[in-house]
């Protein structure tokens, strides 16, 4: 009886994650932004809206910027402070599957075991807000951020002030594209200044620079000394 609940629940499961990603598929970040229009002049409608679309956006890999955006367009400038309780809350499922499944993926995958003790490694080095914040700032996916901090064990307040840290310079870019009614009309979801990109990857990389340097580089050069 088990064994059967247990073969239909990974059907569901499997049928449940194909059918998120025929969602994902066929329906664009700039298609659902356009229906939330007519519920701008709601604010209330509007903040449920916007809670539904940060608790499934981890699930269609729709990049995190997008809550930023629809934020800035629904609530102006005051959307800032929403946008960046999104983006963290939207950080927590990532991270809970990955802390959640660590010590199975350690035993069964040496690679795995190398990753995460490398990811410990830097993150007792550098200090988990940091950690987390610096690679906020860099231009890679957020949720392979949230799948790392959860493999290297870095505790949930750590992760929640590290992203609100690190993900602040990307909410205000994205409400910036989403105050502007015109850019947003013309798709520009991700229109945020090539500049602005280069300058936070470089502080995230100067915050990481030094104890990736201590933990890695020197440790190993001592090693062979």
């Known amino acids: 009886m088990n064994r059967r609940i247990g073969v239909v629940g990974y059907v569901i499961a499997g049928g449940a994650l194909a ?3 025929a969602v994902a ?3 664009s970040p700039e298609a659902v932004l356009g229906p939330l ?19 499934i956006r981890p699930f269609l890999a729709w990049p ?11 609530y102006g400038w005051a959307g800032v402070p929403v946008g960046v309780a999104a983006m963290v809350a939207t950080a927590l499922p990532p991270y809970w599957l990955a802390r959640a ?33 610096a690679t906020r700032l860099l231009p890679v996916p957020s949720d392979a951020v949230s799948v790392a901090a959860g493999g290297a ?6 992760l929640l002030v590290g992203t609100a840290l690190g993900e602040l310079p990307w909410a ?9 009614v015109d850019r947003l009309a013309d798709g520009g979801v991700a229109a945020i200044d090539p ?31």
């Open 19 to 21: 059918a998120l990603a």
């Open 25 to 27: 598929w066929a329906v």
């Open 37 to 55: 229009s007519w519920l701008a002049d709601e604010p209330i409608r509007f903040g449920a809206a916007l809670l539904a679309l940060t608790a």
């Open 64 to 74: 995190t910027t997008l809550l930023a955006v629809a934020a800035g367009f629904g």
């Open 101 to 133: 499944g660590r010590v199975r993926a350690r035993e069964g995958s040496q690679i795995a075991d190398r990753l995460c003790g490398a990811g410990e490694r830097l993150a007792d080095a550098t200090g988990g807000v940091r950690a987390v914040a």
């Open 153 to 158: 064990g870095i505790r949930r307040r750590p």
């Open 172 to 180: 205000v870019g994205g409400v910036a594209v989403g105050v502007s």
């Open 195 to 225: 500049t602005v990109l280069v300058a936070m990857a470089g502080l995230g990389t100067l915050l990481l620079a030094g104890p990736l340097y201590r933990t890695f580089i020197r440790s190993r050069a001592s090693s062979t000394a």
